[in-house]
């Protein structure tokens, strides 16, 4: 198993500066604000010339996408480095997670449009959760607790007294002890 991160789909300059737009949009506006238009605003350029370099939304949001996923993975090797792999993973995810919510919930939210990904980015950015968890099932439900607990915590389903860090800290505690 590599930890060399796969290489992520190639962009013209031009290409790397729309998706940065987009995600700056993203991330101060929410998805709904993701629209070729509102993209091609945010440069100072019409619509029609951001599809020179994109066929269309998705592209876009799989760019982004894409970058987020390596992003994530980078972070999560980095936690395995850690004491604690499996608190260390947890925590670098919800870090990272609560810190672009609009991005993650673009990579989380839908089916996931694969084909549109560069091959091997989505194990890659994933295998940090198998290696502190170190069987595939485990790691699964590693990933779906930190996932439920990202979504509850963004959503704010959480009662207003809940201590999160050690809801989050059990949970470690519970992956990392056993069987």
Do not use: N
Request: hydrophobic content about 50%; aromatic content about 8%.
């Amino acid at each position: 198993m590599s930890t060399a991160q796969p290489a992520l789909s190639p962009l013209t300059p031009r290409a790397v500066e729309i998706v940065s737009a987009a995600r700056v949009l993203l991330e101060e506006r929410g998805a709904e604000a993701l629209t070729m238009r509102e993209i091609a605003a945010s440069l100072g350029i019409r619509a029609a010339s951001l599809y020179k370099h994109f066929p269309d939304k998705a592209a876009v949001e799989a760019a982004l996408i894409e970058r987020g996923l390596a992003e994530l993975g980078a972070v999560l090797y980095c936690a395995l480095a850690e004491p604690g792999p499996v608190a260390a993973v947890l925590r670098a995810y919800r870090e990272h997670a609560l810190g672009a919510p609009h991005l993650y919930r673009l990579a989380t939210a839908e089916p996931l449009a694969r084909d549109r990904l560069a091959p091997g980015l989505e194990e890659w950015s994933g295998t940090p959760f198998f290696l502190a968890a170190g069987d595939p099932h485990r790691a699964q439900a590693l990933w779906a607790f930190a996932h439920g607990m990202v979504i509850l915590e963004l959503d704010g389903r959480f009662l207003p007294d809940s201590d999160l860090d050690r809801t989050w800290a059990e949970g470690a505690r519970a992956f990392a002890g056993g069987s």
